[in-house]
């Protein structure tokens, strides 16, 4: 069996952007994957549910399904893995914390 393991992740935990609309929302999150699949990044991680969770915004904030996204992500990117939320935290379940992946979470305001 092959395991694939996660080095360095670029998360992707909201979809909330100054000056983006629902009409240019995927454009925006694509350019991310794109930058970080020349950048070196292994993974783009997006999150697994369809509402925002408490901490990162209201219930009310752009979600996209996720695999839907990844589906998406992947026609315009080549070298990273495109992975859902929940296989991060299914990582830390499996392996120790100090060989957990490094992920770098975007930065986006309301």
């Known amino acids: 069996m092959v395991q694939i393991v996660t080095r360095l ?5 909201n979809f ?4 983006t609309d629902s009409s240019t929302l ?5 350019r991310q994957a794109v930058e970080a699949d020349n950048s070196g990044f292994d993974t783009v991680m ?11 915004g209201t219930p009310d904030q752009e979600m996209i399904e996720c695999y839907t996204l990844l589906s ?5 990117t ?3 893995r495109p992975a859902d939320g929940w296989e991060r ?6 392996r ?7 992920c770098w979470h975007t930065a986006s305001t309301a």
Do not use: E
Not at 16 to 19: E, I, K, M, N, S
Not at 46 to 56: E, I
Not at 89 to 94: A, E, G, K
Not at 96 to 102: D, E, L, T
């Open 16 to 19: 909330t952007y100054p000056d």
């Open 26 to 30: 995927l454009d925006a999150i694509v």
């Open 46 to 56: 997006v999150m697994d549910h369809f509402y925002q969770l408490p901490g990162l």
């Open 96 to 102: 120790s914390r100090s060989s957990a992946p490094n």
């Open 72 to 76: 998406a992500l992947s026609q315009h």
């Open 9 to 13: 992740c670029y998360q992707i935990p």
């Open 78 to 80: 080549s070298k990273v």
């Open 89 to 94: 935290w299914s990582d830390h379940l499996t």
